[in-house]
């Protein structure tokens, strides 16, 4: 039996989790992997962000009681969905080694604490606020993107660390030349370093600069070269490692969805092309 047959029969093996549900399960796995309760969970996570928006305004307490009732009624709703999915996920056993199954089950299971009349009601309202966020595991491509910014964290480390290096050799060359002319932006090394982030992110920049040409008439070169660095440079090999990784995300879910579908990857492919070739050779 060849590589791609042995994956073939893998792939018939997996391409039907539900099989081995009851007829309870597999409803529920139904109901979790349809569009319409998938779309019903985010109206019900729009809803409850703009409960949040209607809280902060200075309501009547008929009203302030009826958003409280709605409240109590978007957490019975969080928690029956909760519910339907971990009843309908086919290996049980594995349902909270998702990170975002962890994080939703936690957001739903301290909504159900009481605790608005408490010292707690502060953690109270902060719960309810991430409850916005149960938006990310909901829908892949917002998953794809957060999984794609935490894979690319150790890649962008060195480049903010490179960076780093950068604003502080401008930093102390800027508290050596310019601290007699403002001492304010000037001073010392930690409020250079926020003069710079001030020039970097482009916030009157000119001004600090003009006031150091009045003396240094060729400063105008220090400026231009720490902006090339950092805004230029550096913003670029960011957004570069991100979109890489983000296609490298894409890929891995293109393949998965491949698998499912019966339809072979990119590796496969590969491997069979090397399977015919060899062959080939052999004849």
Excluded: C
Excluded at 39 to 44: E, K, Q, T
Excluded at 159 to 180: C, D, E, P, Q
Excluded at 213 to 219: D, E, K, R, T
């Amino acid at each position: 039996m060849t590589k791609i047959e042995k994956s073939n029969d893998k792939q018939n093996n997996e391409l039907k989790p539900e099989s081995g549900l009851s007829s309870l399960e597999r409803r529920f796995y139904e109901i979790r992997n349809n569009k319409v309760f998938e779309l019903f969970v985010i109206g019900i996570i729009i809803f409850s962000a703009l409960m949040i928006g209607a809280n902060s305004y200075e309501v009547s307490s008929t009203t302030l009681q009826f958003l409280s009732v709605l409240d109590i009624a978007i957490t019975v709703i969080f928690l029956v969905e909760i519910i339907i999915r971990f009843i309908g996920e086919p290996n049980k056993k594995r349902f909270f080694h998702n990170a975002w199954n962890i994080f939703d089950t936690f957001i739903v299971l301290v909504s159900l604490i009481p605790i608005e009349d408490s010292e707690l009601a502060i953690l109270g309202r902060l719960v309810r606020i991430f409850r916005v966020l149960r938006m990310v595991s909901i829908i892949p491509e917002l998953r794809i993107l957060i999984n794609s910014l935490i894979k690319a964290l150790p890649q962008l480390g060195y480049v903010m660390l490179l960076m780093f290096i950068i604003f502080y050799i401008y930093a102390a060359i800027g508290t050596t030349f310019f601290a007699n002319i403002n001492p304010t932006l000037w001073g010392d090394i930690a409020v250079s370093l926020l003069t710079l982030f001030r020039v970097m992110t482009f916030e009157d920049w000119t001004d600090v600069m003009y006031e150091t040409m009045a003396v240094y008439p060729l400063s105008w070169s220090f400026y231009l070269s720490f902006i090339f660095f950092t805004a230029f440079a550096f913003l670029n090999m960011v957004i570069g490692i991100v979109v890489n990784v983000l296609e490298q995300e894409r890929q891995l879910e293109a393949d998965i969805e491949n698998k499912v579908s019966e339809q072979p990857t990119l590796l496969e492919l590969k491997e069979e092309l090397a399977e015919i070739k060899a062959l080939l050779k052999k004849q």
